[in-house]
């Protein structure tokens, strides 16, 4: 059984920094594609970054471009979402996803997800 379980959300104040962990088990962390979404109630779970399956170049989405950077550590099945200069419009529930595709829509290409962690960005 597959679990992606994120950790790391919490309260912070704008300009602030968060680091969020996804603990992956239950499969083959090394051989997918892994990514962070995000979503606001009312909204859609929208894109922030996504990282190949040995690293490489990321992709993120021009929002976070700058401030935010995805790593992993296929040795210890976690990827982590290290968020800096944080803003009052970055407060979601971040969620983390395993997937076996790489395309230009990446919430289609994701096979599994957690259950979410929550980021409060306060002005």
């Known amino acids: 059984q597959v679990q992606l379980v994120e950790s790391g959300g919490g309260l912070v104040q704008a300009g602030g920094s968060l680091r969020l962990s996804c603990a992956a088990s239950?499969?083959?962390?090394?051989?997918?594609?892994m990514g962070w979404f995000r979503q606001v109630p009312g909204k859609e779970r929208e894109f922030v970054a996504r990282?190949?399956?040995?690293?490489?170049?990321?992709n993120y989405a021009d929002s976070v471009k700058g401030r935010f950077t995805i790593s992993r550590d296929n040795a210890k099945n976690t990827m982590y979402l290290q968020m800096n200069s944080l803003k009052p419009e970055d407060t979601a529930v971040y969620y983390c996803?395993?997937?076996?595709?790489?395309?230009?829509?990446?919430?289609?290409?994701?096979?599994?997800w957690g259950k979410g962690t929550l980021v409060t960005v306060s002005s």
């Open positions: 239950g499969l083959t962390f090394s051989t997918y594609t």
């Open positions: 996803a395993a997937g076996s595709r790489w395309s230009v829509s990446p919430r289609y290409d994701m096979d599994y």
């Open positions: 990282i190949r399956m040995s690293g490489g170049i990321p």
